[in-house]
């Protein structure tokens, strides 16, 4: 079993705030594809029998953090990366910036046309119902947005930290990452976030703004493997 809920990220928000958009069998539970990619297990190495027949479809793959199942013939996992897993247990110091507005559906389309040019791989058409998403208007135009995606009764993840490339280089992202992670911290939870250790920009804008590394975590791919 994972030592703290931070260790089984996926697992843990699936059975706790996101329970009600878990779609579960037994000790595996998962996503909907048009929400999230993400699929998560109890413990390390459970067997997750037929579970996963019912719940990953042949033409889709799933990602898993840090725990994985044990794998009968006829599927693949791999490993993509290690990731950087920090927190942020204090205040960050404020960021001055433009106004930050709450998203909604009325821009939802907005936000895909974002994240489909900057964070192609993990954003969905309903990936905004899994918590608050903020952003930044310039001139008529989303230039910049960030989110809550994983949770549990402490902890909160950060996620979908982008900003246009029309944009970059005014200081956006720090902006949104200072005011949402104090928000979440007034809130009485702690911000956690994940980021690839190649993403050395992303990871000094963290750093930076007091987020310390509390784990490397593994990032793991699920689909069925091709037939021979």
């Known amino acids: 079993m994972a ?15 996101h329970r009600d958009l878990a779609i579960r069998t037994g000790d595996v539970a998962r996503y ?3 929400v999230a990619p993400f699929l998560g297990v109890a413990a390390d190495g459970v067997d997750v029998g037929a579970a996963l ?9 799933v990602l898993l953090l840090g725990v994985t199942p044990a794998v009968a013939d006829g599927w693949r996992l791999d490993k993509l990366a290690m990731l950087a897993q920090m927190e ?3 205040h960050m ?5 433009p106004p930050i507005m709450e998203l909604g559906e009325a821009h939802r389309q907005d936000v895909l046309e974002l994240t489909a040019l900057v964070y192609p791989h993990y954003f969905r058409p309903h990936t905004m119902d899994l918590g608050r998403y903020f952003g930044i208007y310039q001139d008529g135009r989303l230039a910049a947005i960030i989110g809550e995606r994983m949770g549990m009764d402490e902890f909160q993840e950060i996620s979908a930290v982008c900003t246009h490339p029309d ?3 005014r200081g956006y992202a720090r902006h949104l990452l200072a005011w949402l992670s104090n928000d979440v911290l007034d809130r009485g939870r702690t911000p956690f976030l994940h980021v690839a250790h190649e993403n050395h920009r992303a990871k000094q804008l963290y750093e930076r703004g007091g987020y310390r590394d509390r784990r490397d975590i ?3 791919s699920l689909r069925r493997a091709a037939p021979l």
């Open 3 to 17: 030592d703290h809920v931070l260790d089984n990220p996926i697992w843990e928000s699936l059975r706790s705030r």
């Open 32 to 34: 909907p594809a048009q």
């Open 53 to 61: 027949a019912q719940l990953v479809p042949p033409d889709d793959t």
């Open 88 to 90: 942020c247990p204090q």
């Open 93 to 97: 110091a404020e960021v001055e910036g």
């Open 167 to 169: 944009f970059n280089g």
């Open 218 to 220: 593994g990032f793991w």
